[in-house]
Every structure is written in C-alpha cells, then in structure tokens.
C-alpha cells in the first residue's frame, strides 16, 4: 500500500527563519513519482515540484529547496528565509504503480509571523 | 489557459436534495479528478477518468455519489440526496499525457449540506 506521512501538524516560525517540512513515504513500486502542493488560505491547490524515484539530485528554486532521499524514503522541503505570504499549508503527494492518482499526506500548515 | 475551472465556488444545500458540482478540465488534458478534501480525512480521490473513461472509481463514498464525463471539456459529479457528511471542499484537478504529469487543480467548490 502507499502511503504518504506529514509528521509535522502546524509550523510556526518568524520571517526570515528557515524552515523544513517533512515528508516520508511508503511504495513499493520502483517507479514513482513525488510532488509538493501549497494550499494558501484562499484555499487553492499549487503545483510546487515533481520528483522521480530516479532523480535523486536535490533542487532549489529560488527560496525553496528539496532533499530527495530514497535511502529514507523522504522528501523534504525547505524555504529559506521565509516570508509571511509562505504561511499555507504544504502537502507533499505520491504517485506510482498503475494509476496515476495522488497519495497525500494530512498537510502541514506553515505560518510565518513578521 | 484559463486553468481548470470549477463551478459553483459555493454551495449551500439542505439534506435530502440533489447537489451537482460541475468542472471545466485545461484543454488537451487527458486525464480528470475529483476529490473531496475534509479536516477529518484531508484529501483524498473520489474517481478519476482518462480521456472521459472512469478508471477508478473506488473513492466514491457510496451510490450517492455519481460521476460523468461526457465529453473531453466536462465533467459533473452528482450527490442525490445530499447528506451533512457531505460537507467539504470538492475538487477537480487535470493532468496531461499521464497521471504521472503534475495535477492542476481547480479552484474547488465549498459545499455545506444542513
């Protein structure tokens, strides 16, 4: 079965802090594929970042950044310096085995306070 | 691309009547969702359908539940007759080529079932 765990409920951190949201997954399919979403609270779903079980180079987009560790079956997530309008809630997803659906996690709010 | 696009943004009904939640996929996506996000159960896949074929239907609640693709440009999913449980945030999210592409959701529709 597949299964995604966002041990992490509710963040809360000051502006300009770093911070790092935790994901770890269950699959036992070879392939597969990984995702992060941020649902701000005007409550729309966003597409952040794909990962395939075969790509383990960590990426960074501007303040965010993400560690692929297959090792541990997890893929974090860090924004860096973050900024008040990073407060959201984050869901980390995967996808894999003959379907195309998304497993998601329970989702981890994040809030950044001035 | 005007994204996907969900119809009604809200929607409040009473027990007993019949609800239908309407989406517009991006053109040219093969592949459609439906899913229902609540506090208890966060996000999870209702059915979804490739090239308006349902291809897993085995989220559906229960017979209540109802899903339609009649065409590439739209889809409905019906509750008759709505219960209290049926309140959440219901939505709809295309994708293309595969369901291993990045899933673009839409704005989702607020149902609230007295």
């Known amino acids: 079965a597949q299964k995604v765990t966002q041990a992490q409920t509710e963040i809360s951190v000051v502006e300009k802090e770093d911070v790092t949201l935790d994901c770890v997954y269950e699959t036992r399919d070879t392939t597969y594929y990984l995702f992060w979403y941020k649902q701000p609270p005007s409550g729309e779903l966003v597409f952040l970042i794909r990962?395939?079980?075969?790509?383990?180079q960590n990426e960074i987009s501007g303040r965010y950044s993400w560690n692929f560790q297959k090792s541990t079956s997890s893929f974090n997530f860090t924004i860096t310096a973050s900024q008040v309008v990073d407060s959201a809630v984050y869901f980390c997803a995967l996808s894999g085995g003959s379907q195309g659906n998304l497993i998601f996690g329970k989702g981890t709010k994040l809030s950044v306070k001035p | 691309d005007a994204g996907v696009i969900q119809s009604p943004r809200h929607e409040v009904t009473e027990m007993g009547q019949e609800v239908t939640l309407r989406c517009k996929p991006i053109?040219?996506?093969?592949?459609l969702f439906w899913y229902r996000q609540t506090m208890m159960r966060g996000l999870e896949l209702l059915i979804y359908f490739n090239n308006n074929v349902p291809i897993d239907d085995s989220g559906m609640p229960e017979d209540r539940f109802s899903a339609k693709m009649p065409n590439a440009s739209f889809s409905t999913l019906k509750i008759q007759p709505s219960e209290p449980r049926d309140s959440a945030v219901y939505f709809c999210?295309?994708?293309?080529?595969?369901?291993?592409?990045?899933?673009?959701f839409g704005p989702g529709t607020r149902l609230t079932v007295l």
């Open positions: 999210a295309s994708s293309q080529t595969s369901g291993y592409n990045e899933q673009f």
């Open positions: 990962r395939n079980s075969f790509d383990e």
């Open positions: 053109s040219g996506h093969d592949y």
